[in-house]
């Protein structure tokens, strides 16, 4: 079966960062793109990130530009998401997506997500 292990969150000052972890089992994880997308206290889903099955293509929402950094290791079925220049807003629950294949809009697995909190 399909999984995903999200790790690497935590506490963290504003302005800290954080390296979040996402193994992936039970498919051809260089088949498919990935995500990450978070969800903060009372608040809907939101994308943050995503990346091609082979790392050559990256995409981030507007507000993660030049902070987060995706990538992936294939030989490790590992997908990354770092995190610097943390912020209060950045708070939230961060789930690893494994996205639909070709031009199909979604996901169709989930991790159970790790909680960041940035807080002084």
């Known amino acids: 079966e399909v999984q995903l292990v999200e790790s690497g969150g935590g506490l963290v000052q504003p302005g800290g960062s954080l390296r979040l972890s996402c193994a992936a089992s039970g498919f051809t994880f260089d088949d498919y793109a990935m995500s990450w997308v978070r969800q903060a206290p009372g608040k809907g889903l939101e994308w943050v990130s995503a990346?091609?099955?082979?790392?050559?293509?990256?995409y981030y929402a507007e507000s993660m530009k030049g902070r987060f950094t995706i990538s992936r290791d294939n030989a490790k079925n590992t997908l990354y998401l770092q995190m610097n220049s943390l912020k209060s807003e950045d708070t939230a629950v961060y789930y690893c997506?494994?996205?639909?294949?070709?031009?199909?809009?979604?996901?169709?697995?989930w991790g159970q997500g790790t909680q960041v909190t940035v807080s002084s």
């Open positions: 997506a494994k996205d639909l294949s070709g031009a199909r809009n979604g996901y169709d697995y």
């Open positions: 990346i091609s099955w082979n790392g050559g293509s990256t």
